[in-house]
Every structure is written in C-alpha cells, then in structure tokens.
C-alpha cells in the first residue's frame, strides 16, 4: 500500500481549459459539456529561446503543469518528476519518418532535439530550475496508471513531493490510422507524502488483479476517457471533485491500479 496526498491537480482538454474549469462538469454528471478547441499555450515558465523550439506537445505538458504549480505551495523546482505518455511527439516523429523517405534523408537537429521522450521533462527542468529526480515514461494505453504508480513510489521512498503529469496529442495522418487518439489531453498532480494545509484528496494505492475497472459516470467524460490515454485518469478525478470516499479501479496490464480515495477537506 501506498499512501500520498494531492496538493494541487492541473487538466486540459477541449471545453476544459483548466482544473477549475472542469471541476463543474466532473461533479455532476448532468453538467452539460461542449468540446470547445484548446488554443495554442504559451508556456509561462519557459524561457523565449526554449519557447521557440517546443512543440505543440512540450506545450501541453507545460499547459497541466504550470496548472498545477500555480495552485500548490511547494516550489515546481523542489519537486521530482515523473512524465508519463503513450506515444511521446506523434507530430516529430511523422516529420522524422517523412524526412526520412526522402532522398537526401535531411533530419532537423530541432526535430530531432524534440523527438526523444524526455523532452517535455527536460523543458520543465530548464524552465524551474530543478535539479530534482525526473522519470519519463511509456505504457502505451495504461500510461496514466504506471505514471501515477511510479510518482507515488517516487514520493514515498524518496520523501520528496513529486509533480506527475500525464499527457498525449492526436497523432496526424497515417499515424492515426494505427494509433487512434481523438483529442488531446493532459493532467497534472502534485504529490505529498504527507498532509498540507492545500491537500485536496488522499490517495491509497496498490497493484491489483481486478479488472472491473472504473467508467465516468458522465457520459460525455465517459466518451472521452476512450480517446486519449491520459483521460483514462478520468473516473480518479470525478471521484477528487465529488469530495467523498471511493474506490476507484483504473486499467493496468492484466490487472488494475485500485485507488482509496479520501477527501482532506
């Protein structure tokens, strides 16, 4: 067993342009939802020459993270990290594969600066000027749950809070016809080993071999929880914004990741 603390949670999705925004509409399932597009983020944090280079999906990892750390009390540069994604820059990695039927086979050293999977984190370090410990990471589907695992070890074993984010773009063309993400999302969590005047919800974690996992009980979100692996973290979040007990299956491999969820306030 696991036990960690939220002190402060980040989101992004179409009609969801922040955590506060969607509190509403993960609290009822009546609320009603319309997928307004995102525009493009401006990362606050990073610097004018790295903001330049990142691409859409450093941006959206800044967009939950920069959510999140705005609401906590904890340094972003105090914090370890963990970095979660199915499939890391589905648009670097097209351009790339494109370059590369190409005669002359010329790769951009920007494009190819972009398509290693830490990139996001290594952003992030830059910009907060944290020399924490920092995990990137890949499970395809079930990335959310091994994120979140992996952040909550990271905060019990190495005592540290630990800012987790989960996130992943819509492929382009032909990617998407293999890879089928209808949207993009990102969350973002801080996590604490210990109870904070800010905590928002406990967390109690283990590994478990039921796979009765857990749907969003509005069917909008429901719709969406399919469409982007990070939105699997869904059913977590309305159960955090409902500010009661629950326990809440999400999917891992052959078996779940099985979340308590308590409310601090």
């Not at 952003?123 to 000027?129: E, K, L, M, N, R």
């Not at 695992?149 to 074993?157: I, K, Q, R």
């Not at 996992?213 to 929880?225: A, G, V, Y």
Request: charge should be negative; proline fraction near 7%.
């Amino acid at each position: 067993m696991l036990k960690v603390y939220i002190e402060a949670i980040g989101l992004s999705a179409p009609g969801m342009h922040s955590w506060a925004d969607a509190q509403p509409l993960f609290r009822d399932a009546a609320a009603p939802y319309e997928a307004t597009p995102l525009e493009k983020y401006k990362p606050e944090r990073l610097p004018a020459n790295e903001r330049r280079r990142a691409t859409d999906l450093v941006r959206l990892a800044f967009r939950v993270c920069e959510d999140a750390t705005a609401q906590s009390q904890i340094p972003a540069a105090d914090c370890a990290t963990v970095f979660a994604s199915s499939g890391g820059d589905y648009p670097i990695v097209d351009q790339i594969c494109r370059s590369l039927t190409e005669s002359e086979k010329l790769v951009s050293p920007t494009q190819f600066h972009n398509s290693v999977h830490n990139s996001a984190a290594g952003y992030w370090s830059i910009a907060v000027g944290s020399r924490e410990a920092s995990t990137s990471l890949s499970s395809y589907d079930d990335s959310f749950s091994l994120g979140l695992l992996e952040a909550a070890l990271l905060v019990t074993e190495a005592n540290k809070p630990c800012l987790f984010t989960c996130y992943d773009l819509k492929p382009p063309p032909p990617l998407s016809f293999k890879r089928l993400i209808t949207f993009e999302c990102g969350i973002a969590m801080v996590l604490t080993n210990t109870l904070t005047t800010q905590s928002c919800a406990a967390l109690t974690i283990h590994v478990s071999h039921n796979t009765d996992i857990h749907r969003c009980q509005h069917p909008d979100l429901e719709k969406l929880r399919l469409g982007n692996p990070a939105a699997r973290g869904f059913p977590l979040l309305e159960a955090i914004s409902r500010s009661r007990p629950a326990r809440i299956l999400l999917p891992m491999g052959a078996g779940s990741l099985s979340i308590e969820v308590s409310s601090c306030c």
